[in-house]
């Protein structure tokens, strides 16, 4: 999921196991587009990233969410989505020294992904971690470092459109992490 020109990342959550690997299919079917990461997660719910040109990406959105917009929990569509993005739905850790950490912690897999690529677009910050629902109830969160302005300005970017739609659990800034904080993120020190 490494960004290039032209590139969209586009992500479908549904309240139903069925209803999503339905709406997958035709995601698949309907464009010219790859789906980089899917599965099922707590409580029942069943999510899926798109991914490929603006167009085609735009348009597998359409036909994911036809017919199946009662099971629909969230949806996005980044269409210049941070490069650093991929890599963290894929679990890779970064490798930044901790300084002052944020998190943003979100209701859906979609609104974190949203708010981490607002974060990541807004300062200089790096990724260090992101959770998507699985063993967490359904919910996700980013975290991110950074000097404590930036990691600042990041989370309240980040923080502003889940917030505006009820999604936000909450967001916090740790103005200078302890060392151990490494651990907790799942980072070697």
Do not use: N
Request: include cysteine.
């Amino acid at each position: 999921m490494e960004r290039r020109d032209g590139e969209c990342l586009g992500g479908l959550e549904f309240a139903s196991i069925a209803a999503g690997m339905e709406a997958a299919d035709a995601v698949l079917k309907s464009a010219p587009v790859t789906i980089p990461w899917a599965r099922p997660v707590s409580p029942g719910k069943y999510v899926f990233l798109v991914a490929g040109g603006v167009d085609p990406v735009k348009h597998a959105m359409q036909a994911g969410r036809a017919g199946r917009e009662d099971w629909l929990v969230d949806d996005f569509v980044l269409p210049h989505p941070h490069a650093a993005l991929g890599a963290a739905i894929r679990a890779e850790r970064g490798s930044s020294p901790l300084e002052a950490v944020g998190i943003i912690e979100t209701m859906t897999v979609a609104s974190c992904v949203t708010s981490a690529d607002v974060a990541l677009k807004t300062a200089r910050v790096s990724i260090v971690e992101m959770r998507l629902a699985a063993g967490i109830g359904g919910k996700s969160y980013a975290a991110f470092t950074g000097e404590v302005s930036d990691v600042r300005s990041a989370v309240v970017a980040g923080s502003e459109e889940p917030r505006r739609r009820g999604l936000l659990v909450r967001e916090v800034v740790i103005p200078q992490a302890h060392p151990d904080m490494q651990w907790l993120l799942g980072r070697s020190g």
